[in-house]
């Protein structure tokens, strides 16, 4: 291999010739589903049934929750300026980030850290969260704007109850979730992130790709989206709140 060259784990590629992690792509088209293909492109090797089961599951979980999301609404805007679908996909993805759909990765940071400390799940809810309340910032992946429960999650952790993925991260969520409650007075529950944080750590997934399953399961979604926005709406129509007031300084001369 030259010296101006760089290596790749993930696929060799030929004249008529892609192997992804080893495996041909036109038998991984004939025998594979897209929850296994992904799980096999991200840890490199073939899931067993039940990561596959779970997988399919947590990629099912966040497809799409509405046209309020910004990510969406980023999405249907760059349509709505008579844009392609792929801008407008890459609008959308562009949007997601710490605020949106952030919550995955840094939920799985802060679990993953704890569990590697050590200590009963109860000891380490009632350190982070007393540490959380004392720098005032909130815990990612507990609360929802809209759901009291969220039913992605009692449905996340039937399943990872099911195939035996409820492991010490599972239950810090849940240990979390019972400290929240006992420190503020007020329920915040575990949310469908704050879940996938949960069952994608005790998979053994790096908390690093928390951002890439939430973008995985919602490209589908914002794609949707994209094609409604083109097919349905007039361009250049008002999109969420126009409102404003200005607050800057009165007219003035130079």
Avoid: C
Avoid at 19 to 38: H, P, S
Avoid at 148 to 155: A, S
């Amino acid at each position: 291999m030259g010296s101006n060259s760089w290596q790749t784990a993930i696929t060799d590629i030929g004249p008529g010739k892609i192997n992804v992690r080893g495996y041909d792509i036109v038998e991984m088209m004939e025998k594979l589903t897209f929850a296994q293909t992904v799980y096999l492109i991200l840890r490199g090797e073939l899931p067993n049934e039940k990561e596959a089961r779970m997988m399919e599951a947590i990629l099912v979980s966040s497809v799409d929750h509405g046209a309020s999301p910004p990510s969406v609404l980023g999405t249907r805007n760059v349509i709505s300026g008579g844009n392609s679908l792929n801008s407008a996909v890459a609008g959308g993805v562009l949007v997601i980030g710490d605020s949106h759909g952030g919550a995955i990765e840094q939920s799985a940071r802060i679990m993953q850290e704890l569990v590697s400390r050590g200590g009963a799940p109860s000891d380490l809810a009632t350190g982070i969260v007393a540490e959380m309340k004392k720098a005032k910032t909130r815990l990612p992946g507990f609360g929802h704007r809209l759901h009291e429960t969220d039913p992605r999650t009692i449905k996340l952790f039937e399943i990872a109850d099911s195939l035996q993925f409820s492991g010490k991260h599972t239950e810090l969520a849940k240990a979390i979730e019972l400290e929240l409650e006992k420190t503020t007075g007020r329920k915040l529950p575990i949310n469908v992130d704050g879940a996938i944080a949960a069952v994608i750590s005790d998979m053994g997934f790096d908390w690093r790709l928390g951002k890439g399953f939430f973008i995985i399961s919602r490209v589908p979604g914002l794609i949707a989206h994209a094609y409604e926005e083109m097919t349905t709406q007039k361009r250049m129509r008002k999109l969420g709140n126009a409102d404003f007031e200005y607050s800057g300084p009165l007219k003035r001369n130079i």
